[in-house]
């Protein structure tokens, strides 16, 4: 059950993939590219990870993926296309082989855990290492800004 | 299994979408598909209960590092976009060579 449900999160999560590739529009390939990274943050929590689900959700969807789709909103071309289809066949299939080839020979246990705990006892810590790291962007795109002005 | 086989799949159509990407608007959506399938390869080590505290270690600065290099290229985006108006990567022809 619990592999049919992984599966089904990953098939979703490449179906959305596909849409951000196919389509030729900006905004709705980002549309595409944000609901594929919550398939693969709902793999993250269907595990019981949820320090990484966490994460995935407020950096990459939260901050990252929703100022992606205002640039994509912004700039919203419907670009034509310069690689031939037949490429994604050929590309999936091989993909296929390695994923197989990868797979088998990876060891997989059947517990999933979160240990978050272990590495990091206070939540804290992660809270001002991204304070920190945003300062540290804002500072260097002011920065920037007053050099371009001046 | 299937994670690692997603996650192949995921970085296989982010490569197409950047081969086939006109713009740098279309470039970043692929980045950050490919991040996603970085994200989805780390999800083995949580299964060893040894390496769980090296995934979550490797998980962490991921996130941190791929959003830290995402944010700087939305904004050299911005910064290209009110150099030269306009973010399409037809055509080289300020630096590098002309393709």
């Known amino acids: 059950m619990e592999a049919v449900i992984v599966l089904l999160l990953s098939v979703i999560a490449l179906i959305f993939a596909l849409g951000a590739w196919i389509t030729r529009d900006n905004f709705y390939s980002a549309l595409f590219m944000s609901a594929t990274m919550l398939a693969v943050g709902a793999i993250y929590a269907f595990h019981g990870i949820y320090s990484v689900f966490v994460l995935i959700a407020f950096i990459f969807i939260g901050a990252v993926g929703i100022v992606t789709v205002a640039l994509a909103a912004t700039y919203r071309f419907v670009n034509p296309r310069k690689v031939d289809e037949r490429w994604l066949v050929v590309g999936e299939v091989i993909a296929v082989i390695l994923a197989v080839t990868v797979g088998l020979n990876t060891f997989m246990a059947g517990e999933f855990s979160d240990a978050f705990d272990k590495m990091l006892t206070d939540y804290s810590v992660l809270v001002a290492f991204l304070i920190v790291l945003t300062t540290l962007l804002m500072l260097s795109a002011i920065s920037m800004l007053r050099r371009d002005s001046a | ?99």
């Not at chain 2, 296989?12 to 979408?17: A, D, H, P, Q, T």
């Open chain 2, 1 to 99: 299994m299937i994670e690692t086989a997603t996650s192949i799949g995921l970085l296989v159509i982010g490569y197409l979408i950047a081969t086939s990407a006109k713009d740098v608007i279309r470039l970043l959506i692929s980045l950050e598909l490919m991040f996603s399938a970085v994200f989805l390869s780390v999800v083995p080590l949580f299964t060893n209960p040894s390496l769980i505290a090296e995934g979550n270690a490797i998980t962490l600065i991921t996130v941190f590092t791929s959003a830290g290099e995402l944010l700087i290229m939305i904004s050299a985006i911005i910064f290209l976009d009110r150099k030269f108006r306009k973010t399409t990567v037809d055509v080289i022809t300020t630096g590098g060579d002309e393709l």
